[in-house]
T-cell receptor, first 115, second 111 residues
Framework: AQSVTQLGSHVSVSEGALVLLRCNYS??????LFWYVQYPNQGLQLLLK??????LVKGINGFEAEFKKSETSFHLTKPSAHMSDAAEYFC?????????????FGRGTSLIVHP | NAGVTQTPKFQVLKTGQSMTLQCAQD?????MSWYRQDPGMGLRLIHY???????DQGEVPNGYNVSRSTTEDFPLRLLSAAPSQTSVYFC??????????FGQGTRLTVV
């Protein structure tokens, strides 16, 4: 079984401040890990993914995440928040369970950026 | 490049009505899935398919049916709509070792 826990349903930062969105996963086999972003009234788009290559993964829009197996974590960071980063962020885990790669999602974290 | 296409984008149903949400992908992906998104609940898996003719239940399958007769299409049927099925529905497709690709969603209201 696989699961994802996102700590904090809302995170509020000032423009220019560090963004840190937390994600912890549970997986009985080596996982694939993803961060998606959802802007209002839109679908989900991929920010970045970890698929057992480099543990520090760089994504779009200046975001990056580090896979830490010992902590079962995959936290998302961005050094300097921009107003356009305000959105819902979802962490997801998948692996070859029963032959499928269907991802399991966390409950999401809403990022609020203040001027 | 269309990717994953969902129709309709919006729908209002009366309690007890049935309807089908359409989903089509043009990337020749093996895996397709349906999620519902509710505030504070994230995305919950309804049904999924790992290939034509193969479907399975996800976390919240009750009240929904699916079939997968072709690689491209994966419709979701609501048998008898209930207010608890008011939600935003997302279809996704994917392949091994890759991310899921999402449609733009269907916003369903059951009154």
């Amino acid at each position: 079984a696989q699961s994802v826990t996102q700590l904090g349903s809302h995170v509020s930062v000032s423009e220019g401040a560090l963004v840190l969105l937390r994600c912890n996963y549970s997986s009985s086999v080596p996982p694939y890990l993803f961060w998606y972003v959802q802007y209002p009234n839109q679908g989900l788009q991929l920010l970045l993914k970890y698929t057992s290559a480099a543990t520090l993964v760089k994504g779009i829009n200046g975001f990056e995440a580090e896979f830490k197996k010992s902590e079962t974590s995959f936290h998302l960071t961005k050094p300097s928040a921009h107003m356009s980063d305000a959105a819902e962020y979802f962490c997801a885990v998948s692996h070859a369970s029963g032959g499928s790669y269907i991802p399991t999602f966390g409950r999401g974290t809403s990022l609020i950026v203040h001027p | 490049n269309a990717g994953v296409t969902q129709t309709p984008k919006f729908q209002v149903l009366k309690t007890g009505q049935s309807m089908t949400l359409q989903c089509a992908q043009d990337m020749n992906h093996e895996y397709m899935s349906w999620y519902r998104q509710d505030p504070g609940m994230g995305l919950r898996l309804i049904h999924y398919s790992v290939g034509a003719g193969i479907t399975d239940q996800g976390e919240v399958p009750n009240g929904y049916n699916v079939s997968r007769s072709t690689t491209e299409d994966f419709p979701l049927r609501l048998l008898s709509a209930a207010p608890s099925q008011t939600s935003v529905y997302f279809c996704a497709s994917g392949a091994p070792y890759t991310e899921a690709f999402f449609g733009q969603g269907t916003r369903l209201t059951v009154v």
